[in-house]
């Protein structure tokens, strides 16, 4: 190791070690007795890089010896401090020396999360303690456990004789919806009820904007002076869904995706522009009937895989039958009750070679005009005539306009 290497190391080592350190002796007024702060942090972390020059044996005796003295602390403050993080942050200061001899940029941004970790000890514990709460938790494990474990375990080829039923795509999907449900509902929480129905309806249309139409409805029939927040809340609550039909197209597509960019981006901002028009006069809100103290339903998003799987099946019997034709049909006629399991059935039939893009193209456009229609009757029937009106007419434009583009603009 040449001078300049072990100098920038031994800089990027003092600099983690008084970084660390001064976060610690900050929260000092927490502790009655600070075992380490910004000196000691400092030394520790000095010493694992010349111990680490030194050689690895002695890298490991040093080593030792900060895990002899974080023991020993703790054993003289476990009374009045029980926690072990003063001790594991001693620790980490040594390693994070060493390793800044090798890899001083690793080792800054490592030092840099860990100072944020020690500095956010309130607010995380608030979070852990009192915002989130035990059925939020066991969504957050089920999500997890659904990513990351169920999902590596299926096969990504496929188990039926047409190609089309690849059970790992399908799973992708379920583990989408459940994704952007946890993080539709996090930011709900975090915002509350102060930003009202056009910031819940967004937020509730990545679970189901069928529901959400349906739930607003209700309540503007309930409450007239909330029409024109509950359109504009109906109406981005079909902007989040237009963004997951979306995803779903470029999870299973990632060409038809490309193909039908500016369709999608038009009618996003169609709905964009027309929910706009609801927000200039909303009352003081207060949250939806759509919110629900679930993040996510796996009923739901498994039902959503049953029911992609089944539109793929059929998609691709008419096809056999009837040609390209026959697919987009069958694929039109599940939009109406769902609109994301007919996209990952037009995206499975353009990955297989059994949709061409300029039919695709088309072909979600139609599924679009199909999902609107359904949301049109649905929102007549909750809301009203003047609420469904308001809907319908938002829905519409964004149809013809994502027609008008698809037509103006080739893929």
């Known amino acids: 190791m040449d001078w300049n290497q072990a100098t920038h190391g031994l800089l990027a080592a003092l600099g983690i070690g008084l970084l660390i350190g001064a976060v610690r002796e900050r929260q000092q007024g927490l502790v009655a007795i600070m075992p380490a702060g910004v000196r000691t942090h400092a ?3 000095l010493m ?29 403050m476990a009374h009045d401090d029980p926690g072990l993080t003063g001790e594991i942050a001693m620790l980490l200061s040594v390693l994070l020396g060493g390793l800044a001899l090798r890899q001083q940029a690793l080792a800054a941004a490592l030092g840099v999360v860990v100072a944020i970790l020690l500095w956010a000890k309130a607010p995380l514990a608030r979070l852990s303690r009192e915002v989130i709460s035990d059925q939020e938790m066991r969504d957050a494990l089920l999500l997890a456990a659904c990513a990351l474990v169920v999902l ?6 496929a188990i039926d004789p047409w190609g089309v039923l690849v059970p790992a795509k399908l799973w992708q999907i379920v583990v989408l919806v459940m994704g952007v449900g946890m993080l539709g509902h996090v930011a709900l929480r975090m915002v ?18 069928t529901a959400a139409v349906a739930g607003f409805g209700r309540g503007c029939r309930a409450e007239p002076a ?9 109406l981005l609550a079909n902007l989040a869904s237009l963004l997951l039909f979306a995803a779903v197209i470029g999870t299973s597509a990632p060409a038809l995706l490309r193909a039908g960019a500016w369709p999608l981006l038009a009618a996003a901002l169609v709905l964009l522009g027309s929910s706009a028009l609801g927000l200039r006069q909303t009352p003081e809100p207060t949250l939806p009937q759509t919110s629900t103290p679930r993040a996510f339903q796996l009923r739901q998003a498994v039902l959503i895989a049953l029911v992609i799987a089944a539109v793929l099946l059929l998609s691709e019997g008419l096809r056999q039958v009837f040609g390209q034709g026959g697919a987009l ?27 061409g893009l300029v039919q695709a193209r088309w072909g979600v456009v139609a599924l679009l005009a199909a999902a609107s229609l359904a949301k049109s009757v ?20 964004m149809v013809v306009v994502a027609a008008l583009v698809t037509w103006a603009v080739p893929g």
Do not use: D, K, N
Request: aromatic residues 8%; proline residues 4%.
């Open 378 to 397: 649905l929102a007549f029937a909750s809301g009203g005539l003047r609420y469904g009106g308001m809907v319908s007419a938002g829905l519409a434009l």
């Open 192 to 209: 509350g009820a102060r930003w009202g129905l056009p910031m819940a309806g967004f937020f509730s249309g990545f679970a189901s904007s």
């Open 152 to 157: 590596p375990l299926l096969p990504a080829t």
């Open 226 to 234: 909330l029409l024109a927040p509950s359109v504009a809340a109906a």
């Open 329 to 355: 049909v069958g694929a039109t006629i599940a939009a109406l009750g769902e609109s994301h399991a007919a996209a990952a059935s037009i995206a499975g039939l353009v990955t297989t070679g059994g949709l």
């Open 43 to 45: 030394l520790l972390a």
């Open 48 to 76: 694992g890089s010349v111990a680490l020059l030194l050689g690895p044996a002695v890298f490991l005796l040093a080593l030792l010896a900060a895990t002899v003295l974080a023991w020993s602390s703790y054993r003289a």
